[in-house]
């Protein structure tokens, strides 16, 4: 079913490509891909394509490509007044060029390079040709994600360090380079951050990633529907429900398996659970970053308590591997509906006491205001996610937005700040930890009867499937094809990060490189999502 | 500031026993820990903790040992930033061929005698990563391992023994010159 409020822009966007004579068409309706839309372009007007959805206002999503064999398919996914679209395209094999879409989009710079680096297409006019994905663990003349390409690879005994990457330099008196990582100073993931300095004060951030890339996408290839799960599952650890479920979602909407209303509750719950342990933690480190001890030990304190009901609700700290095709792992013990509740109802206060001290103390103030600011002007350009987006006034939230089952019969509550300093993306965070104690007691409240799981029988050959869901850090995308016998043809998992990250690049500048931790945090993209 | 020191005296100590879990081999690991950081270590043990390609879910554990309730400081063993600081590495995997250099090169930099702990089930064997052409699988892989936390991710309570375990044995003595 259409709906015209949502796709007015494409069936305008379709008229204005058909005038001109462009061969466009769009495709029949495909359930594993609904509610988005697909057209098919050929790869010459690819680039006119991406002129046409950036006049249009559309906001660009993610892209990704297959090898059949026969030819490559690039993917690209836009999304304007809520309505989604896919468009794609076909390649030869031996000549797959194709113009880029990052001269209207600047959001689609390294996916377009990841592209590159792992199935060979060449963007023509692309603004940065640089490598991204690839350091050295493969040649040049080698695509990782093409058919041909063996899992294992040809590497050499021991890859070396990357090098011959041409960063940025700045020139001038009393300009200096500080290079950061891929091994950081304190126990996160690795990177690697150029600052262009003058004294304290960053001239220009270039990251550097891809230290991760561990072949995810490689290694979804021939797996089975519960195979592909547990390797979603482990996408980003931290968001490890948002990732299963967008997996799993995509997976049952190919299969076309209706999932029982007591199974997606407890999705729900288990995202909202998440949400609100990333929050805190990050809430409790950003404090850390500023010197507040006292509030890294509260927040910190709330995200080992909040872990421990989730282990004793569903069996895991971080609710790794609680989301199976067709369902969910294991059922809620009845005790543990209390207990969920009588923790909320202990967290709900302290988080205000807290938030107060926080937002009122002067040692948080002082370094937090003003601190990373993204203008909304330039997180609207690129399409920042969650809340790096509502923090700078992006009023975005796939939950309300694009709503999917149970979110699609709730009130959700989205907290948006105009300011977009590292002091808004704390206040949103706390607001989003507010909220998602609503909802969790709302879904507790109404947690249908009956079974947890249905079983899982798998599509035919070539279904496709795409899950969206509003994880803790924003819009976490996942496509799926299938091949025969329901083996897994193609993942591809697009994290928030892969969004958010270069924006980060932009927030710090003219901020002081001491302030570059807690503006990180504040954002805290996924390096393995991103790298995958 | 009033506030916070009320709030500081409201919540109390949460740091937990390690009789709550009810284990009397860790209780017992635990203050052989001690013991063992204190004559081996003079009651200190630094580590340096490296992410050589995980997911993050061991990160987030690990980060966990500093929370109040396991507080692992009160054991003597603290986190620093430099691997040159460092007595022990604590290395979650899978190793990244992109990180091989860099996981070596941190080896290196760190002093002798040292200790390495590979951390979760990626860094013990790969995990569901395993050996491809982007991953070099298990830490063992790419650097000499003494112990290995097996767990996906392993909790702040297995880490906490195994980190134990590994510097109750005595292998720093075996290896030292």
């Known amino acids: 079913m259409r709906s015209e409020g949502r796709f007015g822009w494409l069936d305008q966007l379709l008229g204005q490509l058909l005038s001109e004579d462009l061969p466009v068409r769009e495709l029949a309706p495909e359930p594993g891909l609904a509610p988005a839309r697909s057209i098919s372009i050929d790869p010459e007007h690819w680039g006119r394509l991406g002129q046409a959805t950036g006049h249009t206002g559309c906001r660009w999503v993610g892209c990704w490509g297959e090898d059949t064999g026969d030819e490559l398919i690039v ?24 113009p880029s879409h990052t001269p209207y989009h600047p959001a689609a710079d390294r996916s377009e390079r990841h592209l590159q680096d792992l199935f060979g297409v060449a963007f023509s006019d692309h603004p940065d040709p640089r490598r991204w994905v690839r350091h050295q663990a493969w040649s040049a003349s080698e695509f990782p994600l093409r058919r041909d390409f063996p899992a294992a690879g040809h590497p ?16 001038g008196s009393g300009v200096c380079e500080i290079p950061v990582g891929p091994v950081h100073a304190g126990i996160i993931e690795p990177g690697h951050f150029r600052f262009q300095a003058v004294g304290e004060t960053i001239l220009h951030l270039e990251e550097r990633l891809g230290y991760t890339h561990k072949g995810t996408e490689k290694l979804a290839e021939g797996r089975d529907a519960a195979g592909l799960a547990r390797l979603a599952a482990r996408v980003s650890g931290d968001a490890t429900v948002a990732h299963s479920w967008a997996a799993c979602m995509a997976m049952e909407k190919a299969a076309g398996i209706e999932l029982p209303a007591r199974a997606l509750v407890l999705r729900a719950i288990m ?12 809430i409790g480190a950003i404090c850390s970053d500023v010197s507040l001890g006292f509030g890294f030990y509260q927040f910190s304190r709330l995200r080992e308590e909040w ?23 294991a059922d809620l013990e009845p005790a543990m509906i209390p207990a969920q509740r ?48 509502r923090a700078s006034g992006i009023d975005r939230d796939l939950r309300r937005d694009a709503p999917y089952a149970p979110y699609d019969r709730l009130k959700i509550p989205v907290a948006v700040s105009k300011d977009g300093d590292v002091a808004a993306r704390l206040r949103v965070r706390a607001e989003e930890i507010s909220g998602s104690l609503v909802l969790i007691e709302t879904l507790l409240a109404e947690l249908p009867p009956g079974p947890v799981c249905v079983p899982w029988t798998p599509p035919a050959p070539d279904a496709q499937g795409l899950g969206m869901v509003e994880g803790w850090r924003g819009e976490t995308l996942a496509f799926v094809r299938f091949g025969d016998e329901g083996r897994i043809a193609r993942y591809y ?12 690049e932009l927030l710090v500048e003219d901020d002081i490189v001491p302030d570059f931790p807690v503006c990180n945090k504040s954002v805290n993209g996924s390096y393995s999502g991103n790298d995958l | 500031m009033l506030r916070i020191l009320g709030k500081v005296q409201r919540i109390g100590i949460v ?21 063992a950081v204190g004559m081996r270590f003079r009651g200190s043990l630094a580590i340096r903790q490296i992410d050589a390609g995980s997911c993050n879910g061991c990160e987030l554990e690990i980060h966990a040992l500093t929370n109040p309730f396991y507080g692992i400081e ?26 091989e250099e860099a996981v070596r090169r941190t080896y290196a930099a760190t002093p002798d005698p040292k200790l390495v702990i590979a951390v979760g089930d990626c860094g013990a064997n790969g995990g569901e990563f395993g050996v491809n052409y982007a991953s070099a699988g298990a830490v063992a892989n790419v650097i000499p391992v003494d112990a290995v936390i097996a767990g996906c991710p392993p909790s702040p309570l297995a880490l906490m023994r195994g980190i134990l375990e590994a510097i109750g044995a005595n292998r720093l003595a075996a290896r030292s010159p």
Request: aromatic residues 6%; proline residues 7%; contains cysteine.
């Open chain 1, 156 to 171: 050499l005994a021991q890859t070396p360090a990357d090098n011959g990457y041409k960063f940025l330099h700045a020139q």
């Open chain 1, 271 to 282: 995202a909202e659970r998440e949400r609100i342990a990333n929050h805190l933690g990050d």
């Open chain 1, 493 to 504: 998992p697009r994290d928030p990060s892969v969004i958010n990250w270069p924006l980060l």
């Open chain 2, 15 to 35: 740091t937990e026993d390690l009789a709550p879990w009810s284990d009397r081999v860790l209780t017992e690991v635990g203050t052989q820990l001690k013991a």
């Open chain 1, 307 to 329: 872990q421990r009901i989730s282990l004793a609700a569903f069996g895991h700290r971080l609710l790794m591997g609680c989301i199976v095709p067709g369902g969910v792992v």
């Open chain 1, 342 to 389: 009588e923790q909320i109802r202990a967290v709900r206060p302290q988080l205000g006491r807290l938030m107060d001290i926080l937002t009122t103390s002067p040692t948080v103030v002082n370094r937090l205001a003003g601190t990373g600011r993204l203008a909304p002007a330039l997180a609207a350009g690129f399409g920042a996610l969650g809340y790096v987006g």
């Open chain 1, 75 to 98: 993917h690209a996914c836009f999304e304007k007044d809520r309505g989604y679209m896919l468009a794609r395209t076909r390649l030869r094999r031996l000549t797959p060029i194709l």
């Open chain 2, 74 to 99: 009160r054991f003597g063993v603290h986190f620093v930033a430099s691997p040159r600081h460092a007595d022990l590495l604590l290395v979650t995997g899978p190793v990244s061929r992109h990180m």
